[in-house]
């Protein structure tokens, strides 16, 4: 089967409404809530010494999680801490480094650590002498891809930051930016308390580009309060305007009673939920209009990124990041609640400040939870990823790597599909399942018929597929 071309499609609003299910984000197989106390430190360290012995053991990937923001922003689920007492930086940074240093003793040092990613949180929340010490950290105790093939890259929130942090950042080693923009629009800012104007963007993103930042991300929310199509539209024409190499168009989900900040949202302010399909099929239409190619899930990128070149060459991964170019390498995970991926196995690290201090001042490391994927997990995974990544999956590769016959061992999901078949969501040929263009903003309601542990009371746990 040849990989799924992304052409454009036709917006079919009666099945994007009947398939907007709660579902999970695959940015793992299994998903975090199979994840157990269970799997403990000495399982960590254990999966860590069986990747370094591999027979071509993996390149590195870090993730930083930075929890701390100056402000709260009322649509915000992520794990944070609201505080101006920028010593508590100070502070989590001392910590954080000492963390480094017990996870680069674990690893080899001959492995190359090609990719960081600093989230948060707010990363920029650390000024400028903190990150430098941070990634001096790093590079003491790891070996950091110094070519800028590497892909270090920061989220940035563009009321903590100045065109001189740009290029300080830029100084620094990262070469991807990605800015929290969420929209335009003055009211949707104030109802959201994330006030931040246009112009000021308008010039960060100018100097990232002055700064030679090889790829600048924008992340938009739509179905925020006080949205509209018009407003959203106005957003998205300066959204193109500046011209990104990706953008992120989440889907908002208003979850008060599980999300304490959201209940500083008014009610009355909520757009109804099938304005929330209009503003997706808004974005859907200006951005690809504008030459951005559907990468997948809520991801556009320009066609000359390396997003859309790897979409398009069948090379495309994804990781707890989201799609990527270097989702292959083992993944450690440093903070406060941050999660890692090293050979089969994932792990959590606690999510209370002051149990992450209390372990990092016993000599251990913070891990609280994880998961040892199995050879059915293993699978899965695999098929889940060629779905979500490549929208098609081929049954000999999936065969000739796990030794079954693909018809035969999923033959139950592939029955639970007939349903998005006769709906034009995919074609299942001899060779293998093959998404059509109409069923791409659908791929994780397809992908769930492949999902073990899906079943019960569980759906609840995730947001809406679309």
Not at 14 to 31: E, F, H, I, N, W
Not at 146 to 153: A, K, L, P, Q
Not at 222 to 236: E, H, N
Request: aromatic share 10%; proline share 4%; charged share 20%.
């Amino acid at each position: 089967m040849r990989p799924s071309t992304m052409k454009a499609f036709e917006f079919n609003r009666a099945l994007v409404q009947k398939y907007d299910r709660p579902g999970p984000r695959y940015t793992s197989y299994p998903t975090a809530p199979q994840f157990h106390a269970a799997f403990a430190l000495d399982d960590y360290q254990q999966a860590v010494a069986a990747s370094n012995h591999a027979l071509t053991p993996k390149a590195l990937s870090v993730y930083i999680h930075i929890p701390f923001c100056q402000s709260l922003c009322y649509y915000c689920g992520c794990h944070k801490i609201i505080t101006r007492k920028t010593h508590r930086a100070v502070e989590y940074l001392s910590y954080l480094k000492r963390e480094i240093q017990m996870q680069a003793a674990l690893f080899d040092r001959a492995r190359p650590l090609t990719q960081l990613h600093l989230g948060g949180g707010t990363p920029t929340y650390l000024d400028d002498g903190q990150l430098a010490d941070l990634m001096d950290c790093l590079a003491q105790g790891f070996s950091l891809d110094t070519s800028d093939r590497h892909e270090f890259s920061i989220e940035v929130d563009p009321r903590t930051i100045s065109v001189e942090r740009i290029h300080n950042l830029r100084g620094l080693g990262f070469n991807r930016l990605s800015f929290g923009v969420q929209d335009f629009d003055a009211d949707v800012q104030a109802a959201v308390n994330r006030v931040q104007s246009e112009e000021q963007i308008v010039q960060l993103v100018s100097a990232a580009r002055e700064a030679q930042f090889k790829s600048i991300s924008v992340d938009l929310i739509y179905g925020l309060p006080l949205q509209t199509v018009a407003s959203f539209d106005v957003t998205l024409g300066k959204l193109i305007a500046l011209r990104p190499d990706r953008v992120a168009a989440y889907s908002y989900a208003h979850l008060p009673t599980q999300i304490r900040a959201q209940r500083m949202i008014r009610p009355e302010d909520m757009p109804p939920p099938e304005r929330k399909l209009e503003l997706l099929e808004l974005t859907i239409r200006r951005l690809t209009e504008a030459g951005y190619v559907y990468i997948g899930m809520d991801h556009f990128a320009l066609p000359d990124d390396e997003l859309a070149l790897a979409r398009a060459n069948g090379t495309l991964q994804r990781n707890f990041q989201g799609y990527s170019t270097h989702a292959d390498c083992d993944l450690i995970g440093l903070g406060v609640s941050a999660i890692g991926k090293v050979g089969d196995s994932y792990s959590q690290s606690v999510k209370e400040l002051s149990q992450y201090y209390a372990r990092i001042d016993a000599g251990l490391l913070p891990v609280q939870r994880g998961y040892r994927l199995n050879a059915d997990d293993v699978l899965r995974r695999d098929v889940i990823n060629g779905l979500m990544c490549h929208g098609r999956i081929d049954f000999a590769g999936v065969e000739a790597g796990h030794a079954i016959r693909f018809t035969e061992y999923f033959a139950q999901a592939l029955s639970r599909l007939d349903e998005q078949v006769a709906d034009g969501l995919l074609h299942i040929q001899d060779d293998g399942v093959q998404l059509l263009p109409q069923g791409q903003l659908m791929v994780r309601s397809v992908a769930m018929a492949f999902d073990a542990y899906l079943g019960g009371q569980q759906k609840g746990q995730f947001s809406r597929t679309v």
